[in-house]
């Protein structure tokens, strides 16, 4: 039996609709639902509605304009018969009578038609009925067996087809999410391993993974202008990283500049930045959750002891294609005891880590001062150390 309290899910979402979901908002224009459509549109997720579902909609649409025009076809005819002294009311009541019929059609049409559209603008899978699905049906009705409440029962037909398709579904994806109000269908499904049951479309804009998931393509699509907003506060960057970028910068293994022939034969007596304003958000990335790498560049000043250096040449390479000449030159060879600073430009990657009830407002920018200082911001690794020329 499905614990849906344990429900993980890192892909995409996969929604399900019953058809009472359809029905409760026919023309698709509630928040909640919106809400799915930007989830679909942004993430991935996908939508699907079986095949019943999608017949038992667009019957039921049918079937209310026929009462719609049943009822001013009535009460025409109730007119009519209280006018048959005035030709001309007995006249326009009989066009009258025609143009329902055509516009009762036409508006079917066109229901019809919008449904469609909108199935195809956001990629809602209408799952077809497959031969096996149809004879599981046919089985569960000869026996009896879920969702049939007895042998040989038609009007389970509908719920048994859903059924068969749910879990179809959930066979293939591992998890999906069925939003339904049939309390009879969903105590069935809630014994198929990897199917969530939800009441309503509002009940699943409230889990953790449909927040998450609308979050992050909110802040995909807007991560120049978060980005933006960042480098305003520059400053809190600096102060929570120089001191690690620092540390970083004294360890050979790990951020000193290795390709660099003057650190490979010198001792590094001390890095520091006198430069704050050097510090610049270079790239964001936003890996999902809360988490944000972030790539940055600042100015360094490495204090070395070396007792001889290649004046002008600054890598390995360099001086190793050059090496005779340059120790055959006295020009070549430079005292660092009075000349012993070198600028650097470190470049590394930050993680940041915002927290989810803090993600709304850091999106659009607000408090962002108080939310930088609270959240986790961490040194991943120094990318590159490059020399600057003056």
Not at 161 to 167: E, S
Not at 308 to 331: A, K, T
Request: hydrophobic share 35%; glycine share 4%; aromatic share 12%.
């Amino acid at each position: 039996m499905t614990n849906n309290n344990q429900y993980k899910n890192s892909d995409p979402l996969k929604i399900i609709f019953d058809t009472n979901i359809l029905r409760e908002d026919p023309s698709r224009t509630q928040p909640a639902l919106k809400a799915v459509e930007r989830l679909v549109r942004s993430t991935g997720a996908t939508l699907f509605l079986p095949y019943v579902v999608v017949q038992e909609f667009l019957t039921h649409q049918k079937l209310q304009l026929d009462d719609a025009a049943e009822t001013l076809n009535g009460s025409l005819i109730s007119f009519m018969r209280k006018s048959t002294a005035y030709e001309p009311a007995q006249t326009s009541s009989n066009k009258l009578l025609s143009e329902i019929e055509s516009l009762r059609e036409a508006a079917f049409t066109a229901i019809e038609k919008n449904f469609y559209d909108w199935c195809e603008e956001y990629n809602v899978q209408v799952v077809e009925v497959t031969e096996k699905q149809a004879k599981d049906v046919l089985e569960a009705y000869f026996t009896g067996s879920n969702p049939f409440t007895k042998i040989k029962e038609r009007k389970d037909f509908p719920d048994a087809y859903i059924y068969q398709q749910v879990k179809g579904l959930a066979d293939k994806f591992n998890q999906v999410n069925f939003i339904s109000k049939d309390k009879k269908l969903t105590a069935c499904l809630r014994e198929i391993s990897g199917v969530r049951i939800l009441d309503s479309i509002e009940m699943l804009t409230e889990t953790k993974e449909f927040k998450s998931s609308l979050l992050d393509s909110e802040v995909s699509r807007n991560l120049m202008f978060i980005m933006s907003n960042l480098r305003v506060h520059d400053d809190i960057f600096f102060e929570r990283l120089n001191t690690k970028v620092l540390f970083e910068l004294t360890h050979p293994q790990i951020g000193r500049p290795g390709d660099v022939y003057i650190f490979e034969h010198s001792i590094i007596e001390n890095v520091y930045c006198d430069a704050p304003e050097t510090f610049q958000i270079l790239k964001l990335f936003y890996y999902g959750n809360g988490e944000f790498g972030v790539q940055f560049s600042i100015e360094v000043i490495f204090e070395i002891n070396s007792p001889h250096y290649p004046g002008e040449v600054h890598s390995y390479n360099e001086y190793r294609s050059s090496i005779d000449d340059l120790f055959d030159s006295e020009d070549a060879l430079i005292n660092f005891e009075s000349d012993n600073k070198l600028s650097y430009e470190a470049h590394g990657l930050a993680s940041l880590f915002i927290l989810p009830n803090d993600l709304e407002q850091f999106i659009d920018g607000k408090d962002l001062t108080t939310i930088l200082r609270l959240s986790e911001l961490s040194l991943n690794k120094i990318l590159r150390v490059n020399k600057v020329y003056s």
